[in-house]
T-cell receptor, first 114, second 115 residues
Framework: AQKVTQAQTEISVVEKEDVTLDCVYE???????LFWYKQPPSGELVFLIR??????QNEISGRYSWNFQKSTSSFNFTITASQVVDSAVYFCALIGPRAQKLVFGQGTRLTINP | EAGVAQSPRYKIIEKRQSVAFWCNPI?????LYWYQQILGQGPKLLIQFQNNGVVDDSQLPKDRFSAERLKGVDSTLKIQPAKLEDSAVYLC?????????????FGEGSWLTVV
């Protein structure tokens, strides 16, 4: 069975601080995809990044960066110089090659205070 | 490119009444999903369609929930009769499948309150 764990339920930081959201996953598949989604108060799940299991290169996109470590089954997300607009619930998710079913973690509510 | 469209955005009904939600996926996406998201939790898959066939409905409460995807495009999710615990956001999503690296795109959701 596939499982995604986001141990941090809520995080609150002051604007301009760096913040890391943790994600740990479990799967028996050798091929899989990992995702991060952002859910602002409006409710829509906004796609941020997809990473496949064969690509362990870290990725940076502006203030966002992702650290994928297969050895520890982790896919952590860091926001550098956080801004108030980053406040949202962030979900890590996993999909296998056959199931085509996205399994979500419980989410981390991030609050950036001015 | 237009995203996943859902309606209505908000609905308040009394328990034992019925409700229906509509979803129009991204053009060309063969796979369509309905997820239920209860406040404070991650989304949970209710049903997955591949074109107009059901791939996975193992977590759909079939005694009260039903869904269809006629002609392999739009989909409707119905709840009848509704219970208080059905209060949630119902998210529709679509994907082009393996060819797109399995990225799944979500709509804004339909917020249901059962009173």
């Amino acid at each position: 069975a596939q499982k995604v764990t986001q141990a941090q339920t809520e995080i609150s930081v002051v604007e301009k601080e760096d913040v890391t959201l943790d994600c740990v996953y479990e799967t028996r598949d050798t091929t899989y995809y990992l995702f991060w989604y952002k859910q602002p108060p409006s409710g829509e799940l906004v796609f941020l990044i997809r990473r496949n299991s064969f690509d362990e290169q870290n990725e940076i996109s502006g203030r966002y960066s992702w650290n994928f470590q297969k050895s520890t089954s982790s896919f952590n997300f860091t926001i550098t110089a956080s801004q108030v607009v980053d406040s949202a619930v962030y979900f890590c998710a996993l999909i296998g090659p056959r199931a085509q079913k996205l399994v979500f973690g419980q989410g981390t509510r991030l609050t950036i205070n001015p | 490119e237009a995203g996943v469209a859902q309606s209505p955005r908000y609905k308040i009904i009394e328990k034992r009444q019925s409700v229906a939600f509509w979803c129009n996926p991204i053009s060309g996406h063969a796979t369509l999903y309905w997820y239920q998201q209860i406040l404070g939790q991650g989304p949970k898959l209710l049903i997955q369609f591949q074109n107009n066939g059901v791939v996975d409905d193992s977590q759909l409460p079939k005694d009260r929930f039903s869904a269809e995807r006629l002609k392999g495009v739009d989909s409707t999710l119905k709840i009848q009769p509704a219970k208080l615990e059905d209060s949630a956001v119902y998210l529709c999503a679509s994907s082009a499948g393996v060819s797109s690296g399995n990225t799944i795109y979500f709509g804004e959701g339909s917020w249901l309150t059962v009173v």
